[in-house]
T-cell receptor, first 115, second 111 residues
Framework: SQQGEEDPQALSIQEGENATMNCSYKTSINNLQWYRQNSGRGLVHLILIRSNEREKHSGRLRVTLDTSKKSSSLLITASRAADTASYFC???????????????FGRGTQLTVWP | SAVISQKPSRDICQRGTSLTIQCQVD?????MFWYRQQPGQSLTLIAT?????????ESGFVIDKFPISRPNLTFSTLTVSNMSPEDSSIYLCSVELEKLFFGSGTQLSVL
């Protein structure tokens, strides 16, 4: 399976601290994406990083990708209580240079930010 | 971006009954995807729904259990048939516009 695996499974920090979540995957990809899910509801796309990119920023989010290690990390800086959610990485399936239009999700990291 | 309306948002159903989940998108999209998220688990793709053709199901999912309709480019339904408690999950529809946009999900509990 190409499923991504996040670690840690759960992370609990204080407001203002940084939160780092990691994701590993198994096969070649075209891109890797991070999603956020509040209280078991719909997912919200956070950021996409392509296989030829090593780092990407979006506001307080910083994503890195190491294709040699088949791993990615999501850093949330200066965390807020409102960042409390589950965070998932998702990878596509590289096939003949085109994606299959479907994503493979990890189990997620539950982040709790205490005020 | 895409705005996806999914309903119902939650339901509690009796064993043996069926539930149809609707998904409406504010723009025309070629493919729509249906995912299941079992309690504490990751999302698993059930099927891909293309307008004008039968849905393509992933391994472990069959049309008799999860029939899908895709009558036009903005709408799709997923039916969970002959439900059992093991079907209790969150069901999410999504569309791909470079990245996936998700509906708000349907939280299904089967008694």
């Amino acid at each position: 399976s190409q499923q991504g695996e996040e670690d840690p499974q759960a992370l609990s920090i204080q407001e203002g601290e940084n939160a780092t979540m990691n994701c590993s995957y198994k096969t070649s990809i075209n891109n890797l994406q991070w999603y956020r899910q509040n209280s078991g509801r719909g997912l919200v796309h956070l950021i996409l990083i392509r296989s030829n990119e090593r780092e990407k920023h979006s506001g307080r989010l910083r994503v890195t990708l190491d294709t040699s290690k088949k791993s990615s990390s999501l850093l949330i800086t200066a965390s807020r209580a409102a960042d409390t959610a589950s965070y998932f990485c998702a990878t596509d399936a590289e096939s003949g240079g085109s994606t299959l239009g479907r994503l493979y999700f990890g189990r997620g990291t539950q982040l709790t930010v205490w005020p | 971006s895409a705005v996806i309306s999914q309903k119902p948002s939650r339901d509690i159903c009796q064993r043996g009954t069926s539930l149809t989940i609707q998904c409406q998108v504010d723009s025309q999209v070629t493919m729509m995807f249906w995912y299941r998220q079992q309690p504490g688990q990751s999302l698993t793709l059930i099927a891909t729904a293309n307008q004008g053709s039968e849905a393509t199901y992933e391994s472990g999912f069959v049309i008799d259990k999860f029939p899908i309709s895709r009558p036009n480019l903005t709408f799709s339904t997923l039916t969970v048939s002959n439900m059992s408690p093991e079907d209790s999950s969150i069901y999410l529809c999504s569309v791909e516009l470079e990245k996936l946009f998700f509906g708000s999900g349907t939280q299904l509990s089967v008694l």
